[in-house]
């Protein structure tokens, strides 16, 4: 699958909901707990291809997602994703142990879900601030920031792993 997101930081959350609200959609999840683990080769042979393999757990659930590289663009973050949910988060982080892989970041967040047909818009409450994550059809998320007065500008294609190290000094900009 391919996905197309921007995240857009935002200053008043609540201000934000509110307009959201307006603009029919509906709540899909309510705020909830995410621990984010990213992993790779001691050599970061994926981060060096600018690809990812993630572990989230929400709540007693666990996803593993892989992230391919991105495409260009000069307003979206596109790349391709696949994602499964896992039975045993133990079992897998045993098994990508074995296969040489380690933990190499780790971050964490409360999200809120809401749908709008088919554009997922999410809140999230970072250790660097708020964000509103869009995903969807390119012309869907330019629809939806037009609908609450946000410029194109204000689009940010970085990840949370590149937009925290950028903001403790770790990176400058993506490899």
């Known amino acids: 699958m391919v996905e197309t997101e921007v995240k857009i930081r935002i200053d008043d959350l609540n201000s934000l909901k509110d307009k959201i609200l307006n603009l029919n959609v509906k ?3 309510d705020r909830h707990y995410e621990e984010n683990t ?9 981060y060096k291809k600018r690809q990812a393999l993630r572990v989230r757990t929400v709540g007693k659930k666990t996803f593993l997602t892989f992230k391919g590289p ?3 663009s000069r307003k979206f973050k596109i790349r391709t994703e696949y ?3 896992v039975k045993n988060e133990k079992q897998l982080r045993k098994i990508l ?3 040489g892989l380690i933990p190499v970041f780790t971050y964490q967040k409360f999200r809120t879900v809401y749908r709008q047909k088919h554009l997922k818009i999410c809140l999230d409450e970072t250790s660097i601030g708020n964000f509103m994550e869009l995903e969807g059809e390119r012309n869907q998320i330019v629809r ?3 609908a609450l007065g946000i410029p194109k500008k204000e689009f940010i294609k970085l990840d949370y792993i590149q937009l925290l190290k950028k903001e ?3 990176i400058s900009e993506t490899p």
């Open 83 to 85: 994602e499964t949910e």
């Open 27 to 29: 709540l899909e999840k």
């Open 144 to 146: 939806f920031t037009n």
């Open 38 to 46: 990213l992993f790779d080769l001691p050599t970061q042979n994926l």
């Open 168 to 170: 403790t000094g770790e």
């Open 70 to 72: 991105p495409k260009k």
């Open 97 to 99: 142990k074995s296969l």
